[in-house]
């Protein structure tokens, strides 16, 4: 999308930018974030994202880099995978889709580390396995309708929707702020924060916060009469929810010469 492509999105600076900035190649295959110029800098080599190209074509490329000569080989490489989160919002967490698609990525996986096992550098490559989240169920008998709790919709900016919506007063309609918030602390099965008050453990205060942080409890989604009028709510899995829940918790596996075999980390 344009914002994945636009580097005012990000403001933080991430790995690869500071690898580059170091002197050090970075190379990606769909990693998000990357398509941008973010502070101006991109990865060595980097793709702008295309669903269709084949999992196992990304792995070869990946490879591929790494065969490169060293004066051009990358040093940092990271490859993205939509799967199985794709399956999960169609599908949800229950039942064979779900399962036979994490069978594939499983697989996949194994192909991925028995290729780079062919690598005469492989005893030099340190590993990481990540997810960005996790998944629960939401289905239509779960729905919280802004419209039905708020009195003057028209009158904010509604940023989101699914497990988190943040709320913005239009600048000619402060006045009505303190009606505002009675009327969010009302909404069932939910919290809402204002922005001062939004807890830190959810690192989620900047300068692109809004006024308010609705969160929904977990497998219940956020929506409005008009989202649902343009567009039937077809979804089966989400996740945006508090991330102290485990169903939200994602994956970390490291391995190399210098990662620390046997540590755990707790979540």
């Given at each position: 999308?344009?914002?994945?492509?636009?580097?005012?999105?990000?403001?933080?600076?991430?790995?690869?930018?500071?690898?580059?900035?170091?002197g050090?190649?970075?190379?990606?295959?769909?990693?998000?974030?990357?398509?941008?110029?973010?502070?101006?800098?991109?990865?060595?080599?980097?793709?702008?994202?295309?669903?269709?190209?084949?999992?196992?074509?990304r792995?070869?490329?990946?490879?591929?880099?790494?065969?490169?000569?060293?004066?051009?080989?990358?040093?940092?490489?990271?490859?993205?995978?939509?799967?199985?989160?794709?399956?999960?919002?169609?599908?949800?967490?229950?039942?064979?889709?779900?399962?036979?698609?994490?069978?594939?990525?499983?697989?996949?996986?194994?192909?991925?580390?028995?290729?780079?096992?062919?690598?005469?550098?492989?005893?030099?490559?340190?590993?990481?396995?990540?997810?960005?989240?996790?998944?629960?169920?939401?289905?239509?008998?779960?729905?919280?309708?802004?419209?039905?709790?708020?009195?003057?919709?028209?009158?904010?900016?509604?940023?989101?929707?699914?497990?988190?919506?943040?709320?913005?007063?239009?600048?000619?309609?402060?006045?009505?702020?303190?009606?505002?918030?009675?009327?969010?602390?009302?909404?069932?099965?939910?919290?809402?924060?204002?922005?001062?008050?939004?807890?830190?453990?959810?690192?989620?205060?900047?300068?692109?916060?809004?006024?308010?942080?609705?969160?929904?409890?977990?497998?219940?989604?956020?929506?409005?009469?008009?989202?649902?009028?343009?567009?039937?709510?077809?979804?089966?899995?989400?996740?945006?929810?508090?991330?102290?829940?485990?169903?939200?918790?994602?994956?970390f596996?490291?391995?190399?010469?210098?990662?620390?075999?046997?540590?755990?980390?707790?979540?």
């Amino acid at each position: 999308s344009n914002t994945v492509q636009d580097p005012r999105f990000y403001k933080a600076e991430p790995i690869w930018v500071t690898a580059e900035k170091q002197g050090i190649r970075s190379a990606s295959f769909f990693w998000v974030g990357t398509e941008a110029p973010i502070k101006g800098v991109s990865p060595s080599i980097f793709k702008y994202y295309n669903g269709n190209i084949p999992f196992e074509t990304r792995i070869d490329s990946v490879i591929t880099w790494f065969r490169l000569e060293k004066d051009k080989r990358p040093q940092l490489i990271l490859l993205y995978f939509s799967e199985p989160d794709k399956t999960g919002h169609e599908y949800g967490v229950e039942g064979e889709k779900i399962i036979e698609t994490i069978r594939k990525m499983d697989n996949l996986l194994g192909n991925l580390h028995e290729k780079l096992k062919t690598l005469e550098i492989y005893s030099q490559l340190n590993i990481i396995i990540t997810s960005d989240h996790g998944m629960t169920d939401v289905n239509s008998d779960r729905l919280i309708i802004l419209d039905d709790y708020i009195s003057r919709v028209e009158d904010l900016y509604i940023n989101g929707s699914g497990s988190h919506v943040q709320f913005d007063h239009k600048k000619d309609r402060i006045e009505y702020a303190d009606q505002l918030f009675q009327e969010l602390k009302k909404i069932p099965h939910a919290q809402i924060w204002k922005k001062s008050e939004i807890p830190k453990r959810f690192h989620f205060v900047n300068e692109n916060t809004g006024d308010y942080l609705l969160l929904a409890d977990e497998g219940w989604f956020i929506s409005t009469k008009s989202t649902l009028q343009e567009e039937e709510f077809s979804l089966s899995g989400m996740h945006g929810y508090d991330p102290q829940l485990i169903n939200m918790h994602g994956i970390f596996y490291a391995m190399g010469p210098y990662i620390y075999p046997g540590l755990q980390i707790k979540s």
